[in-house]
């Protein structure tokens, strides 16, 4: 039996596909990424990657035109998008497969799988989900925000996941330990750390010696912890020090930063 992946965008599915193609288990892997953005994920058969873009694409172009801060519309955006693909990969499937999909994108795939003397692993990258939205909460309130909370259709089709999964693969003993906070029996998970592709990054010279640096690469908001990396970083007694970001800075962060001497580009 091969395996079926699914995954809205990239992540680290892409890593594990080339691993199962180079065991000869990947049957296929489901994306809702435009090919023209696969053009460097090498090491997997062009004709093994499905592409379903039609509504995962322009979400994440609304930036363009603007919209990107319709809090109601990107989630509904989000939901449909999610919904959209995995019956759509549900559909496709008519023969027994390991089904791997990301949390939040399977249950409806994994069931098929299932129905056809399959399996279905719920991929989970973070915490569980119900532990994720309690804690937002409490840390946006911690910074005097509101937390507008994650969607209670998205809850409760995540638990469903993990419910109907035959295993559920977190990445960290953090990660592990909050679903079995959650009651998840401790049997049902696995956990992967995640890898890297060494060829793509590796040490290309020795770091300076004049400067002491610092990297921020992603989103720059309270779920990544952003102002925690800042205080540690102005607390740093160094004569020459430098934090580069490079990311969208969400509009919580923005406040807090008023008043802070901040560079931005």
Not at 152 to 166: C, F, G, L, S
Request: with cysteine; proline share 4%.
């Amino acid at each position: 039996m091969k395996v079926t992946q699914l995954a809205i965008g990239r992540f680290h599915h892409f890593h594990l596909a080339r691993q199962l193609e180079r065991l000869g288990l990947l049957e296929r892997i489901y994306t809702g990424f435009p090919k023209f953005k696969l053009k460097d994920e090498q090491g997997i058969p062009k004709d093994k990657v499905k592409t379903f873009p039609w509504i995962h694409t322009p979400y994440m172009k609304r930036g363009l035109i603007g919209i990107q801060y319709w809090e109601w519309l990107s989630e509904e955006w989000e939901w449909i998008d999610k919904q959209v693909i995995d019956k759509y990969v549900a559909g496709k499937i008519d023969h027994p497969t390991i089904l791997i999909a990301l949390s939040g994108n399977g249950l409806h795939a994994g069931k098929k799988a299932k129905d056809n003397n399959g399996y279905f692993i719920c991929d989970r990258g973070s915490s569980h989900i119900r532990f994720q939205d309690q804690i937002l909460r409490e840390e946006y309130a911690r910074w005097g925000f509101t937390f507008r909370g994650v969607d209670p259709r998205v809850i409760e089709k995540e638990e469903i996941e993990y419910e109907q999964a035959d295993r559920i693969t977190i990445p960290s003993e953090f990660v592990k330990q909050t679903f079995i906070d959650q009651g998840v029996p401790e049997s049902k998970l696995s956990k992967i750390p995640y890898g890297a592709r060494l060829e793509r990054f590796y040490k290309v010279a020795e770091p300076g010696t004049d400067k002491f640096q610092v990297l921020w690469v992603g989103n720059v908001c309270l779920r990544k912890g952003f102002m925690y990396a800042l205080n540690a970083f102005q607390n740093l007694r160094h004569p020459n020090k430098e934090f580069v970001v490079i990311g969208t800075v969400e509009s919580e962060i923005k406040q807090l930063l008023v008043g802070i001497r901040i560079w931005m580009k």
